[in-house]
């Protein structure tokens, strides 16, 4: 894991920014590369590098210049098919240097050109400038797992694995992006599309590369998961190639030259990759475990987990004063809000890790893949079913359709939605589009578009995957929105303490198989068959919905009972708890005196949520970010 760093002017132009401004950019990812430091300067162009060294300790340096010359890297990220790709590049003629990955990619690209992503497995964001033909490609792994991103500064393009890297460059002038901005209140999520909170600032999605040459710069999606389920296995096959895919990813997952730990929260997605650890890595297993609230069931769980596997085990408690600490603090590292409460605990626990390995394999994506949110997994039947209600069209009994009726007015207030992305957006708000005209100062609200720019995002990703049931389309839109704002915040939140994180989940040759595999196997809804009429939350609160049905199948082969069943609980961060007690007297401090708050909210609103935060909830979560935030960034401006 790296910190990558590019300034790329148009051929035959000098890139404007000297030396120490370009170290300061590069040494602002610090944190990301703390092993070693490269720079690479050559007629229009400038790389820098900062590094983490995980494999080939003494080698590895970049920026890395290829054996003829023609083409400069600078790279992020692990590739898992190193070996094979190193023996097919070798029988074509090409003679390593290196045990390093970082040798793999640049003769990938040599061989291979642009197609050179088909070939890699593993997470990765780069950068190539090839001289021959005075092109800058640029990707991004197909899940997002490393970030990469990007600006065009007058007729130069700048670009690197954190917005503040960009942010330190002499000729950027920092302002908010407020279409991102509310839809940051909305979901949580510091991107929309390839939008960032910064005017200007963009990123590749993932999946995409960017090629920039003669004057014009052109962004492709190269990969997505399967859009059609193939004739399907019987069930026990398709657990048992779970199992055996899973397995090899894990194995792939665990190639390091230094320790190796895991993520355990003792919920069956990481204590199944725990097991799995074990099968490849027969002795000295560490696990770690960290959460807001020492009665968690969470430590109770991944302790039992530990013991079983006969781990090396540590845990970490954060309180409410050093959580607060560590949010203000993680936000000006980072110069972006915080995605989610979680996002403290994992920098904290990464910090501890930090002491005894290099890596961390983590349960992250389980969920996205194999249905662990079961009703948002189900709901396109909800969708589907208003839309049949409000035409006349159910096919039901009307004692059914009335049934119906009920159940999703219950669960969503309406039966018809505009699009599927409305319904989507729906059943994932946290301050629905409703509220805002009465949140936001009308100024802001009108900048921000309405959110006609989010709403239409949405509704592309649904268009994209037309032809298919609408729980199909439910599930790849929850994989691409939900994963990526889930990869990304562990990359900043692990990349902030100089911990590689690993998801063998997100893995694509994992992926492509799973995506083929029927619904009915990930999520258990034999009750549906009988309930037709019913909304995913009504079907949920029968236990009717069971998630994750296949994991759970191998996870059963694998752990003990009480593990292997343990129902699906959030991560234990106390913050509603912490605004209403132990915050109460910031919070409202906060909101009443923040410059950028004042400015962007309306104060009416704004005293209403700082005089009750019991009240408020959740609410505050993003409204105090931005406000930290705003206030970090803007309220010198």
Same mark, same amino acid.
């Given at each position: 894991?790296?910190?990558?760093?590019?300034?790329?002017?148009?051929?035959?132009?000098?890139?404007?920014? /000297?030396?120490?401004?370009?170290?300061?950019?590069?040494?602002?990812?610090?944190?990301?590369?703390?092993?070693?430091?490269?720079?690479?300067?050559?007629?229009?162009?400038?790389?820098?590098?900062?590094?983490?060294?995980?494999?080939?300790?003494?080698?590895?340096?970049?920026?890395?210049?290829? @054996?003829?010359?023609?083409?400069?890297?600078?790279?992020?990220?692990?590739?898992?098919?190193?070996?094979?790709?190193?023996?097919?590049?070798?029988?074509?003629?090409?003679?390593? *240097?290196?045990?390093?990955?970082?040798?793999?990619?640049?003769?990938?690209?040599?061989?291979?050109?642009?197609?050179?992503?088909?070939?890699?497995?593993?997470?990765?964001?780069?950068?190539?400038? @090839?001289?021959?033909?005075?092109?800058?490609?640029?990707?991004?792994?197909?899940?997002?797992?490393?970030?990469?991103?990007?600006?065009?500064?007058?007729?130069?393009?700048?670009?690197?694995?954190?917005?503040?890297?960009?942010?330190?460059?002499?000729?950027?002038?920092?302002?908010?992006?407020?279409?991102? !901005?509310?839809?940051?209140?909305?979901?949580?999520?510091?991107?929309?599309?390839?939008?960032?909170?910064?005017?200007?600032?963009?990123?590749?999605?993932?999946?995409?590369?960017?090629?920039?040459?003669?004057?014009?710069?052109?962004?492709?999606?190269?990969?997505?998961?399967?859009?059609?389920?193939?004739?399907?296995?019987?069930?026990?096959?398709?657990? !048992?190639?779970?199992?055996?895919?899973?397995?090899?990813?894990?194995?792939?997952?665990?190639?390091?030259?230094?320790?190796?730990?895991?993520?355990?929260?003792?919920?069956?997605?990481?204590?199944?990759?725990?097991?799995?650890?074990?099968?490849?890595?027969?002795?000295?297993?560490?696990?770690?475990?960290?959460?807001?609230?020492?009665?968690?069931?969470?430590?109770?769980?991944?302790?039992?987990?530990?013991?079983?596997?006969?781990?090396?085990?540590?845990?970490?408690?954060?309180?409410?004063?050093?959580?607060?600490?560590?949010?203000?603090?993680?936000?000006?590292?980072? %110069?972006?809000?915080?995605?989610?409460?979680?996002?403290?605990?994992?920098?904290?626990?990464?910090? %501890?890790?930090?002491?005894?390995?290099?890596?961390?394999?983590?349960?992250?994506?389980?969920?996205?893949?194999?249905?662990?949110?079961?009703?948002?997994?189900?709901?396109?039947? @909800?969708?589907?079913?208003?839309?049949?209600?409000?035409?006349?069209?159910?096919?039901?009994?009307?004692?059914?359709?009335?049934?119906?009726?009920?159940?999703?007015?219950?669960?969503?207030?309406?039966?018809?939605?505009?699009?599927?992305?409305?319904?989507?957006?729906?059943?994932?708000?946290?301050?629905?589009?409703?509220?805002?005209?009465?949140?936001?100062?009308?100024?802001?609200?009108?900048?921000?578009? /309405?959110?006609?720019?989010?709403?239409?995002?949405?509704?592309?990703?649904?268009?994209?995957?037309?032809?298919?049931?609408?729980?199909?389309?439910?599930?790849?839109?929850?994989?691409?929105?939900?994963?990526?704002?889930?990869?990304?915040?562990?990359?900043?939140?692990?990349?902030?303490?100089?911990?590689?994180?690993?998801?063998?989940?997100?893995?694509?040759?994992?992926?492509?198989?799973?995506? %083929?595999?029927?619904?009915?196997?990930?999520?258990?809804?034999?009750?549906?068959?009988?309930?037709?009429?019913?909304?995913?939350?009504?079907?949920?609160?029968?236990?009717?919905?069971?998630?994750?049905?296949?994991?759970?199948?191998?996870?059963?082969? %694998?752990?003990?009972?009480?593990?292997?069943?343990? *129902?699906?609980?959030?991560?234990?961060?106390?913050?509603?708890?912490?605004?209403?007690?132990?915050?109460?007297?910031?919070?409202?401090?906060?909101?009443?005196?923040?410059?950028?708050?004042?400015?962007?909210?309306?104060?009416?609103?704004?005293?209403?949520?700082?005089?009750?935060?019991?009240?408020?909830?959740?609410?505050?979560?993003?409204?105090?970010?931005?406000?930290?935030?705003?206030?970090?960034?803007?309220?010198?401006?």
């Amino acid at each position: 894991m790296c910190g990558i760093l590019g300034i790329v002017a148009q051929p035959g132009e000098q890139v404007d920014i /000297d030396r120490s401004a370009l170290t300061a950019m590069r040494d602002e990812m610090l944190s990301r590369g703390p092993d070693g430091a490269g720079i690479f300067e050559n007629r229009n162009l400038a790389f820098a590098h900062r590094r983490l060294a995980i494999r080939d300790l003494t080698g590895g340096h970049q920026p890395w210049v290829s @054996d003829d010359g023609n083409c400069v890297l600078v790279y992020n990220g692990e590739i898992y098919n190193d070996d094979a790709l190193r023996d097919e590049l070798s029988a074509a003629g090409h003679r390593f *240097k290196s045990r390093c990955d970082t040798e793999v990619v640049m003769e990938a690209y040599r061989r291979w050109g642009i197609e050179c992503v088909q070939h890699l497995r593993g997470m990765f964001a780069l950068g190539i400038y @090839d001289f021959q033909t005075d092109r800058l490609f640029l990707a991004r792994d197909r899940f997002g797992i490393k970030p990469l991103y990007f600006s065009m500064l007058g007729r130069d393009l700048v670009f690197a694995s954190s917005v503040s890297a960009i942010l330190r460059h002499p000729r950027v002038s920092p302002m908010p992006n407020l279409k991102v !901005a509310s839809h940051y209140l909305t979901t949580f999520r510091v991107t929309l599309g390839r939008e960032t909170m910064y005017d200007g600032i963009q990123q590749l999605q993932p999946a995409e590369y960017l090629i920039a040459e003669a004057g014009r710069k052109e962004i492709v999606r190269y990969w997505q998961p399967p859009q059609k389920s193939q004739d399907p296995i019987d069930y026990e096959s398709a657990a !048992a190639e779970l199992d055996s895919t899973l397995q090899e990813s894990v194995r792939c997952h665990l190639a390091s030259d230094v320790p190796v730990g895991a993520f355990v929260s003792g919920g069956v997605d990481s204590n199944t990759i725990l097991s799995m650890m074990q099968t490849s890595q027969t002795s000295g297993l560490k696990a770690f475990c960290g959460g807001g609230d020492e009665a968690s069931p969470d430590f109770t769980y991944a302790r039992r987990c530990a013991s079983h596997f006969d781990c090396d085990y540590d845990e970490v408690h954060v309180d409410a004063g050093d959580y607060l600490e560590s949010w203000q603090h993680l936000v000006a590292q980072q %110069r972006l809000p915080l995605s989610t409460p979680t996002d403290v605990i994992i920098n904290r626990l990464a910090e %501890r890790m930090k002491q005894h390995v290099g890596v961390a394999l983590g349960g992250e994506g389980a969920d996205e893949l194999l249905c662990g949110y079961a009703v948002q997994h189900w709901s396109g039947r @909800d969708f589907t079913a208003g839309q049949s209600l409000q035409a006349g069209s159910y096919k039901g009994t009307p004692l059914e359709a009335d049934q119906c009726r009920e159940s999703l007015m219950q669960q969503y207030g309406r039966l018809q939605f505009g699009s599927e992305g409305d319904h989507y957006l729906a059943l994932n708000s946290l301050i629905p589009t409703t509220v805002k005209p009465q949140l936001l100062q009308p100024w802001a609200w009108k900048l921000a578009e /309405d959110d006609h720019c989010m709403r239409g995002h949405y509704d592309q990703m649904f268009g994209d995957r037309d032809g298919e049931h609408s729980h199909r389309k439910q599930a790849a839109v929850i994989h691409q929105v939900n994963l990526e704002a889930l990869l990304s915040r562990l990359d900043r939140s692990t990349m902030a303490a100089g911990l590689e994180a690993r998801v063998p989940y997100a893995d694509h040759v994992l992926v492509d198989k799973m995506f %083929r595999l029927p619904m009915r196997y990930k999520i258990d809804v034999a009750e549906h068959e009988r309930a037709p009429h019913l909304s995913s939350a009504s079907l949920q609160q029968r236990g009717s919905l069971r998630s994750k049905r296949l994991l759970r199948t191998i996870a059963q082969r %694998r752990l003990p009972t009480e593990l292997a069943s343990r *129902k699906k609980a959030s991560f234990p961060t106390p913050v509603a708890n912490w605004f209403a007690g132990a915050w109460q007297p910031w919070v409202q401090q906060k909101l009443m005196t923040s410059p950028f708050a004042r400015n962007l909210f309306q104060a009416e609103p704004l005293a209403e949520l700082a005089s009750n935060p019991a009240a408020a909830g959740m609410w505050l979560w993003p409204i105090v970010n931005l406000s930290v935030w705003g206030d970090q960034e803007f309220a010198a401006a």
